[in-house]
């Protein structure tokens, strides 16, 4: 999409500042509050920010009065004073990200850090609203089963016909067959279309213990562990909007888990598995192969990995999943000079950190806009990339929160890119100058 245009241009450029030497991760020395002060700054800030998204919402269902009947209202373009709810948005991520450096240069206390983590998630729990009407299609898609790879024309019945309201109609599902049977068995409990997307929020908070549980395991310190767990970005994507990124995510860095102590075909399973919730996850799991010795062993597990999910996609899911999968990859994306760029650059970076390259910073952001549209919830596809060092790990986290606010197509404005962006990257740059902490 062209719209993305700005930050193709803008990661490109930060790789090629890197490429030339420059440091593009910022260091900015904030005052030694407690831990407890920082998290209590991004709980507060969290929650501003979920009552921003509800009034977006509410006012788009003042206008769209069918958009009223939904259990839960979703954020749409045509909110009232778009200008002043973008800008609100844009600060309260600047707070949550120096928040979260300020966090991070601090030590949290266990008791402190649980009392956060639980704030988060009792409030995305609580969201009175969602940014993307995700959720609604993952309800449909567990409705379907495996139909969902090729929906009739049929709208559904009663309070489920806001699904087909909201996509027209419900797409192809472009998610693998171990997702959908996922959905369908924790949806099915539920009668109601509420009872489904809150189920789906709870499969959310699952999935985000799973990746702190994952990360620990993988043996982060406990200051990086701090920044994932009390992450309002995190919260608002994978929890409140309840998107199933997270659950690959989390398996990828178990999969790293397992391959940093030898158990190489237990993590070559995990990675296989997490691309059979997106198939895509197979190829931003390359880096953790960088673990196994041996080029020719690294190339055969990756290979017969590759070849798993493939096999067992095609089983679970059938041509019908292949063939939808290319509704969600516009052939106009590739058109584009640097959408094309992009992706060449991003699969060119994998490859190199899985053939065992230095891991460069500017690729964190360079991975999730390899496809043809750029989510807020593909901001932490390059968290697999970053696991191998510490100092690009704890740079995404603390930057998700800006980093994901500046590409939110749903309330961006011309300002945004235009002014925004550009104020950042050069303020992202000045503070580069000085040693990372």
């Known amino acids: 999409m062209i719209v993305f245009l700005p930050c193709y241009v803008a990661v490109l450029a930060l790789l090629y500042l890197e490429l030339r030497g420059v440091a593009v991760v910022p260091s900015i020395r904030l005052p030694r509050w407690p831990a407890w002060a920082w998290i209590a700054v991004l709980v507060v800030s969290y929650a501003a920010s979920l009552g921003i998204v509800w009034y977006a919402a509410a006012t788009v269902a003042a206008a769209v009065p069918w958009r009223q009947s939904l259990p839960i209202p979703v954020a749409e373009h045509g909110m009232a004073h778009p200008d002043a709810v973008e800008a ?12 979260l450096a300020g966090l991070y240069q601090s030590a949290a206390s266990r008791a402190v850090l649980t009392a956060g983590l639980l704030g988060i998630l009792a409030l995305s729990l609580a969201a009175p609203a969602f940014v993307s009407p995700d959720p609604y299609a993952y309800v449909g898609d567990a409705l379907l089963g495996r139909a969902a790879y090729a929906p009739p024309v049929a709208p559904f019945a009663g309070e489920f016909a806001s699904i087909d309201r909201l996509f027209h109609p419900l797409l192809p599902a472009p998610y693998g067959p171990v997702w959908l049977a996922l959905a369908r068995w924790v949806t099915d409990p539920f009668p109601a279309l509420a009872g489904k997307l809150m189920a789906l929020r709870a499969l959310g908070a699952l999935s985000y213990l799973g990746l702190l549980a994952a990360l620990r395991a993988y043996g982060v310190p406990s200051r990086i562990l701090a920044v994932a767990a009390v992450n309002p970005l995190l919260a608002q994507q994978y929890v409140a909007d309840a998107h199933n990124d997270l659950l690959g995510i989390a398996v990828i860095v178990a999969a790293a888990a397992l391959l940093r102590v030898r158990r190489t075909d237990d993590g070559a399973i995990a990675v296989a598995v997490s691309a059979l919730v997106k198939l895509p996850f197979v190829a931003i799991a390359l880096p953790i192969f960088a673990r196994i010795r041996g080029r020719a062993a690294r190339c055969a597990w990756y290979a017969a990995t590759v070849a798993a999910a493939v096999l067992v996609s095609w089983w679970g899911g059938g041509a019908a999943y292949f063939r939808g999968l290319t509704v969600h990859v516009p052939a106009a994306g590739a058109v584009y000079f640097f959408n094309a760029a992009v992706a060449i650059a991003a699969i060119s970076l994998l490859v190199l950190a899985a053939a065992g390259a230095r891991r460069l910073a500017s690729a964190l952001w360079i991975v999730p806009m390899m496809g ?4 807020t919830w593909y901001m932490l596809y390059g968290l ?6 510490r100092r690009l790990l704890a740079y995404l986290l603390i930057a998700l929160p800006v980093a994901s606010a500046l590409v939110d197509a749903k309330f961006m404005r011309p300002w945004t890119y235009f002014a925004a962006l550009p104020v950042t990257l050069a303020v992202s740059l000045l503070f580069a100058r000085r040693r990372w902490v």
């Open 88 to 99: 609100a948005l844009l600060a309260l991520a600047a707070v949550q990200t120096f928040a």
């Open 372 to 375: 043809s549209y750029v989510a």
């Open 384 to 389: 697999p990339y970053a696991l191998a060092r």
